[in-house]
């Protein structure tokens, strides 16, 4: 057999996959044979959830990731979370299919220039969504993500100045719910921003039962139509256990898969983005094929590798987040 070299600027292994192969059965093997979890995220592409052990939100998926007994964690998400679940099992080889998967707003936020913004606000405690770097992680006080970010600001004393970083929207919505005043990061999600607050007030005219289910990283002016808003694993809920039989969902529409698998009987209508192409689809998670998923599996590349001293810094918020969000399940 031949080793395969990874082209870093590639970042994937790029080799043809036999179009004969029954790449279910061939992962459930590899899966087998190595000792190895798939953990994914509802962005990812349907073949790729309906093969995943588990699926979940950013806080489900580190939850997960801390937990498994598995030796290799094969990580069909993007770069952070990778990186996450790398800082919280050190011990375990992650695997990520495309290592170019990246996020909008991690790029947007990046540690040199964040430990230079932080100098302007010494006395600031500093709250970072998950959605960004190891090492802007390895600057921050406490990491939160969409499922826990409320909590996590509730539980800061009143008189504790706050930066918040890097997505402005969730940081603006966290300061609507809570009153509390945060100095935000300037960073968003090209997925979340683009959606139409024109196209969707015309669609709830059609739909005028139907509930608008909305995560966090969207715009103020999406968010105040909506009636629940939450991370994707609190939206997935909502609509389980909500009596309508239509629902309007403003986020990545790989969400769609599982909301029709758990409630068949549904009707789930992606919320338009600004312009007619799909761009409510994250081209970063999308990156991610069943195929790279199993010629990573099988090569066991690309491996995600992180500097020691970055990992154990950023462990530090990313603990401070688990204790801190004890109550949410
Ligand atoms: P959650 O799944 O934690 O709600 O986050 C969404 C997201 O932006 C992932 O990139
Ligand atoms: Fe980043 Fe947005 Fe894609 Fe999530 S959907 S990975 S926040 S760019």
Redesign the pocket.
Known sequence: MTIPVLDPIIGYIDEPVDPALDLYEEIERLKREKNAVILAHY?QESAIQDIADYIGDSLGLARRAAETDAEIIVFAG?HFMAETAKILSPSKTVLLPDLNA?????DACPADAFAAFKEAYPDHIVISYI?CSAETKALSDIICTSSNAEHIVRQIPEDQPIIFAP?KNLGRFVIKQTGRDMVLWDGV????ETFSEQKLVRLKTRYPDAPVLAHP?CEEKVLRHADYVGSTSGILAFARSHSSDTFIVTT?EGILHQMQKDSPEKTFIPAPPESGCSCNQ????RLNTIEKLYLCLEHELPELIMDEAVRIKALKPIEKMMEMSLAIV
């Open positions: 962005y993007v990246g996020c909008s707003l991690a959605n997505d999600c090209i997925v979340h990283e990545e994250c081209p970063h998670m």
